[in-house]
């Protein structure tokens, strides 16, 4: 038997997702005797098939859409032409040159930093990885997450696909089923759709994307189902596979305009959006040493420093029981690598206030608390609303959909959260995050400049409101409070 390779190293990193690459550059400010395992490819969700190939996509999207409503400007441009081969070849080519800035970046580590193979527990402080064992006083978990879907569907073959092999389509195909109501299938159905494939968004309790709060829901539901069938509470007979076409039986809508009735349609794929798992079932955990729940996750997670339990094992990204975004995935990966750095010196880090986001037109987004978070924690609040329906500037814009709800605590009148569907609301919802995380009151918050016309003054209504609802007290120098008091 021929001696197996040894790597004896001070911190181990499995994954070289955003996660772990944050966990790297951290760790290695505390030791150069570090080790990144990659199962396959280096590189990111992100930049592979997740945030930036999807918004390539979401951008040619967005251009048919201008030159198909053109004409409510007074602007006649003719329907468009959409070529779906160079739509892709442009997603293809930019979506590379991303991946390509990762992987100048990783390249740039020391050879003897990396290895690439599958990473096994087979001990609490040692791993497996192909013929090679690593011995590490520490480790990361950065093994991120993969799609889901029901295993009946594996019937239908290269008919069922995932957002991973959208990215890689050398034309647009004419018809896809989108099953999932979560961002990526919103994302995904809008944008397929507005490039001219015909689309049909199966959706499942009634929820849109990431909102909780009722009254934004129903305007979400409102505006994309002026966009293309879209229906996040589908009643489906049954999916299978006929040839190289997906035939989908399923309970028409009246309010989509459908019969009520059975309905037959075949589309050329079933794109399965329909959530993802961690993949902490892959890396022999029940070796690991770690108290572990019916599901195979690892107990006692500490958020402010990336630890599991009181072990030497950290955990950070999709692996951990976090929010599956980018830069909540960096900031804990920051974390996780400085702490098993500097191990057993530990530092809590007080994380971010919550952001996200959702591409879709008109888009989504949350900043702060989440109204049933706030419900959960039995907080006396009150809500302050607009509906951008008649907001300037959005009408301006021919925009003018959705609406925004800004909860404020009653009394203090400090900001606690925001959920809203509207114009630009990736932008406001960054403004909010800044906000919440600064801890500000309503009234600080309108003492703030608001510009005109800018949709930004849709949120001073919401602001304005739920001020009076909440009888906060007035700031002594605020113009607007005096203004409107």
Same mark, same amino acid.
């Given at each position: ?88 070849? +442009? ?5 590379? +040159? ?13 050879? !003897?930093?990396?290895?690439?193979? $599958? ?9 497996? =990885? ?26 239908? /073959? ?20 989108? %099953? ?32 909780? $709060? ?7 539901? @409102? ?9 996040? !509470?589908? !009643? ?5 596979? &006929?040839? $190289? ?9 009246? !309010? ?43 107990? /006692? ?15 950070? /990204? ?23 750095? +500097? ?42 609303? =607009?509906? %951008? ?12 959909? /959705? ?61 304005? @409101? ?8 007035? &700031?002594?120098?605020?113009? $607007? ?5």
């Amino acid at each position: 038997m021929t001696d197996q390779p040894t790597h004896h190293v001070d911190v181990a990193i499995i994954g070289t997702g955003s996660a772990g690459m944050s966990a790297y550059r951290a760790a290695r400010a505390h030791s150069d005797r570090l080790l990144l395992i990659e199962k396959h490819l280096y590189g990111t969700t992100c930049a592979r098939v997740g945030c930036m190939p999807s918004k390539l996509l979401i951008a040619a999207a967005e251009a048919a859409h201008h030159v198909r409503h053109a004409a409510g400007f007074g602007v006649e441009a003719g329907p468009p032409v959409v070529d779906g081969r160079a739509v892709m070849a +442009r997603v293809r080519a930019e979506r590379d +040159r991303f991946v390509g800035f990762v992987l100048d970046d990783v390249q740039s580590w020391p050879a !003897e930093h990396r290895l690439i193979g $599958d990473a096994r527990f087979v001990a609490p402080h040692r791993l497996r =990885v192909g013929e090679a064992l690593v011995e590490a006083k520490r480790i990361v978990i950065a093994t991120g997450s993969r799609p889901t879907w029901p295993a009946a569907w594996n019937a239908l /073959g290269d008919r069922l696909i995932v957002n991973d092999a959208v990215f890689d389509w050398e034309d647009l195909p004419r018809a896809v089923a989108v %099953f999932g109501n979560g961002v990526i299938g919103m994302e995904l159905a809008q944008a397929l759709a507005r490039l001219g494939v015909r689309v049909r968004l199966f959706g499942l309790g009634g929820l849109v994307g990431p909102l909780t $709060d009722p009254q934004v829901i129903a305007a979400a539901r @409102a505006a994309f189902a002026q966009d293309y069938r879209f229906d996040p !509470e589908a !009643e489906v007979a049954s999916v299978t596979r &006929e040839g $190289d076409q997906v035939v989908v039986r399923y309970r028409g809508k009246p !309010e989509l305009g459908e019969a009520d009735a059975e309905i037959e349609e075949r589309f050329d794929y079933l794109l399965a959006a329909t959530g993802r798992r961690p993949n902490l079932d892959l890396i022999g955990l029940e070796h690991s040493g770690l108290a572990l729940d019916a599901r195979g996750t690892p107990l /006692g997670f500490d958020p402010a420093t990336g630890r599991i339990g009181d072990s030497h094992i950290f955990i950070a /990204g999709d692996a951990a029981p976090d929010v599956p975004l980018l830069h909540e995935a960096a900031d804990l990966g920051r974390i996780a690598g400085d702490n098993a750095g +500097r191990y057993p010196q530990l530092r809590r880090r007080k994380r971010r206030s919550p952001l996200s986001v959702v591409f879709s037109d008109p888009q989504i987004a949350l900043a702060g608390e989440a109204l049933r978070s706030i419900e959960a924690r039995g907080v006396d609040f009150v809500t302050g609303a =607009v509906d %951008f329906a008649g907001q300037g500037r959005s009408r301006v814009m021919r925009r003018n959909q /959705g609406r925004l709800s800004v909860y404020v605590e009653r009394g203090s009148g400090r900001f606690l959260g925001a959920e809203m569907v509207g114009p630009d609301a990736e932008h406001l919802a960054h403004l909010l995050a800044w906000a919440h995380q600064a801890r500000l009151t309503v009234g600080e918050m309108l003492d703030s400049p608001f510009y005109h016309p800018v949709i930004e003054e849709g949120l001073r209504s919401a602001l304005r @409101a739920a001020r009076d609802l909440a009888g906060a007290p007035a &700031e002594p120098d605020c113009l $607007d409070c005096r203004l409107m008091d």
